[in-house]
Every structure is written in C-alpha cells, then in structure tokens.
C-alpha cells in the first residue's frame, strides 16, 4: 500500500535496482539489513550503492559519494527508510538533506523502533517528497532475517534437510552419503555461506563427523553452533579441528563433564556455552543468545531430534527440503523425529510454497 502514489513504471524499474544492489551483500552485513540505493536525475542513474557490512557507511551515502553534484534536485530511490538516528555511522536522511535531493522513493518503512518512520518525518519536514510502499512484498521478503530479528529478537531460522521419497535422511545402517545430488549440495554450501550460524546437533556429529565450513570459492564459513546437552561430541570431532574461519560453539549444560568442558575450552577458535539446565539446551535461550552476539540468521542442518524439537517450540521460520528420487525403506531416521503431532489437525502446515526440480531432486521451499 502506498502512502503517496505517484510512482511510475520507472521507478519501479530504478526501485528494482535498487533491491538488485542490496541483495549484493547478502550474508554480509548482520546484524544490518540489506540495503540499495540508486539516485536518478533526468531519467539518468548518477549514483548508486549498497551496504556492504555493518559498521561501514549506509547504500545512502555511497550513492551520494558517487553522484556528487548531480544528486541535486535528483531523486533517490532506497529500498528500506534511510535512518535517523546515530549508531555507528550518522543518519542517511541528514545526508540526504544536505545533498538537496528533492524526492526519496523508499519501498519499505524501518521497522527497527529506533527508526520507524522517523526518518520518512525528518524527510518530509525537511520539504523533501517522500512515496512509501513501492514495491513492499520484495524489500519485506529480502529483510525477512532483519525484520525477524529486530521485532523479536530472535534470528531468522531455515532449517535445511535432504531426503528420500519415502522421507527418510539416511538407511536404517546411518549412512547418509549422499541424499542428495551434487547440484543440490551446492545450493546447500551457497546458504551456509549467506547465514551467520550454522545449526546441528550432537548426534549429528557423532554420527557424520561434519566439518560445517563452506566449500564455495569466495564462500564464509559460518559460525558453527552445536547443540550437545551431554557434552557427547568427540573430542577430535571434525568441527572442532578442521580449519575454518569462524568460531565453534558448543551449547551444553549442566550434565557436561567438568573436565571435558576444561578441556575444550582450551581449543582455538572454540566456546562453551553452558546453560544452567539438567540435560536439555534451553533452545529459545540460545537462539536469543546468538541475536545478542549479532548473528541474526541460523541455518539448521540436523538432525532430526533438533529440528523436530525446534518446530515445535515454533523457534523455525522457513523449511528447505531436498527430496531425491530414491527409496530406501526400512527404519532410517526421519527428518522430523523430534517433532510429535498426535492428530492431523495439529499437522505443521507450510505456506508461501515454491517448489521445483531444476537440480533433479525435488526441492520445495515454504514458510511456517
């Protein structure tokens, strides 16, 4: 819905440039929001820019930089409200001001109750146009783990699993090399390295001995977070001595051995986290935790008794299931064994469904 609408055919085209821009720095700059921004004047792009990590300056203030001169009496077009407030760096819609632009198109208000339409206000009293709305769903969609994460301060959850037709994530024996095809497990490394933490638990571990780095290229490793109420995993365990670039933390409680706790805690590049509980991580207390350390978004990857237990705590937002076209029958672990449904009228129903078969195995795509 826009609040002034008096957008055109062009400015979606430039709105949609601006959104392109943004997503150039996905999995960047948590615990920010993606953000682009194209500034037009006379039909003509004289800026554009996006925020590349948080900390640095906003996608506001590199468009600017770029078009210098020209950005006055330009339009701006800017796919979440510029702030207006200090944090780290100072407000984009001062900057704005001060460039003389005469009219900002932004698609979507910030709803970080720091901004929240005071931006859009300061614009306006300013003497600036300001249209509101274009384009909305996109920008709402691209900031699903920022709108997540400042509303409720807990992170944005994708849990990522793949299985055979008949629903099972390995053989009765445990071997789970491969579920899926080769074109599918790279789409798997492609989140790991757009989601701040990678999610799994202990028995995950125990039994597939993960290093959870990312194996793209140009790819970052996420950090890796095992959930491991009994402190199981062993002690040469992959993710604890493969080379990566990012911590490992380990999330026990009170049942851990002291001494293994004193022991892993000497490791590079690892931490404990022991919660004071008897033998179960409390999961929504962890999840806020990592909010709290900056990272916003998880990618869940296992196994079953986690995300099972995870659904049913409603801590997951998103499911990205690979089904491959095998059958391997017997009693394999299941996906979902953690989650207990007594009646279909409980069942978890999925929404906003894509679903395709580009990469062969049948990859579907919803929101809880």
């Known amino acids: 819905m826009h609040e002034s609408s008096s957008s055109n055919f062009n400015d979606e085209k430039y709105m949609r440039r601006a959104l392109e821009l943004a997503?150039?720095?996905?999995?960047?700059?948590?615990?920010?929001?993606l953000v682009g921004c194209v500034i037009v004047n006379d039909e003509q792009v004289v800026g554009e820019g996006y925020h590349l990590k948080a900390g640095t300056p906003h996608a506001?203030?590199?468009a600017l930089a770029a078009a210098g001169d020209l950005a006055r009496g330009a339009t701006a077009y800017v796919t979440l409200e510029p702030c207006s407030h200090f944090g780290r760096t100072p407000p984009c819609s001062d900057a704005l001001i001060s460039a003389e632009i005469k009219?900002?198109?932004?698609?979507m208000k910030d709803p970080n109750p720091l901004v929240a339409g005071r931006g859009i206000d300061r614009l306006r009293k300013s003497g600036i146009q300001v249209d509101v709305g274009l384009l909305l769903p996109e920008a709402s969609t691209m900031n699903e783990v920022f709108i997540k994460?400042?509303?409720?301060?807990?992170?944005?959850?994708?849990?990522?699993?793949a299985m055979t037709l008949d629903g099972k994530i390995a053989t009765e024996t445990g071997n789970s090399r491969w579920v899926s095809n080769e074109e599918s497990r790279h789409y798997a490394h492609q989140l790991r390295d757009r989601y701040d933490v990678i999610l799994v638990g202990s028995e995950t571990v125990i039994q597939d001995n993960p290093a959870l780095t990312c194996r793209l290229p140009v790819g970052k490793d996420p950090i890796r977070l095992v959930v491991d109420g009994q402190l199981r995993l062993p002690e040469n365990a992959q993710v604890l001595t493969a080379s990566a670039h990012s911590p490992c933390i380990i999330a026990t409680t009170q049942a851990a051995s002291a001494v293994?706790?004193?022991?892993?805690?000497?490791?590079?590049?690892?931490?404990?986290?022991?919660?004071?509980?008897?033998?179960h991580v409390p999961l929504e207390k962890l999840l806020r935790d990592l909010v709290c350390r900056g990272w916003t978004s998880v990618l869940l990857e296992g196994g079953g008794g986690l995300a099972g237990s995870l659904i049913q705590e409603q801590l997951v937002d998103k499911l990205d299931l690979f089904i491959a076209p095998k059958l391997v029958g017997g009693n394999g672990p299941s996906p979902l064994s953690g989650l207990h449904v007594k009646s279909m009228s409980e069942a978890k129903a999925l929404q906003n469904l894509q679903i395709d078969m580009e990469t062969g195995d049948l990859h579907v795509t919803g929101y809880l």
Do not use: C, M
């Open 23 to 33: 997503e150039k720095a996905r999995g960047r700059t948590s615990p920010n929001p």
């Open 260 to 279: 293994k706790v004193e022991r892993l805690k000497r490791l590079d590049q690892v931490e404990i986290w022991q919660y004071n509980s008897p033998r």
């Open 103 to 107: 009219r900002v198109v932004v698609a």
């Open 149 to 161: 994460a400042i509303t409720t301060e807990l992170p944005f959850v994708v849990y990522k699993t």
């Open 60 to 62: 506001e203030v590199h």
